[in-house]
């Protein structure tokens, strides 16, 4: 980063720590809600893919429409949404949404991993 004579801009440095943490608290939310959609789309898919069926509703119906691509838009709407809202909410509702859409993705994540690796094998029986 330089500034209009070319020299590093190091204002960030000197910014107070509750300043830098904050930022980094933002990245670390957005990590774990791209992570967990990631995470939670690949797993249905692959779970699809050995047997298993989606029981959310709405996924379900993406899926009978579309296939995969239309789990991959349901899941692109809901976060285009989310930084949408993200982005007009106050500092602290903000965190809050982000915290609360990546808790789900997170969690669906994980057992989306435990019945795969617990019931794949009937898959094949």
């Known amino acids: ?15 107070p720590l509750s300043v830098r943490w904050v930022g ?5 939310l957005w990590a774990l809600v791209l992570g967990g959609a990631t995470a ?4 249905t898919l692959v779970g699809l ?22 789990l991959i838009l349901l899941k692109t ?3 285009v949404v989310l930084y ?3 982005n007009r909410l106050p500092r602290r509702y ?3 949404a982000l915290l609360g859409f990546s808790l789900p993705q997170m969690a669906a994540s994980v057992m989306n991993t435990v019945l795969i690796v617990t019931h794949a094998s009937s898959c094949f029986a």
């Open 1 to 15: 980063m330089s500034d209009e004579r070319g020299s590093a801009n190091v204002d960030w440095f000197y910014a």
């Open 77 to 79: 709407g809901a976060l």
């Open 24 to 28: 980094s608290v933002d990245r670390v």
């Open 84 to 86: 949408a809202v993200v």
């Open 94 to 96: 903000s965190l809050a």
């Open 49 to 70: 893919q050995l047997c298993f069926v989606e029981a959310n509703p709405v996924a379900a119906w993406a899926l009978e429409r579309l296939g995969g691509l239309g």
């Open 40 to 43: 939670d789309t690949i797993l």
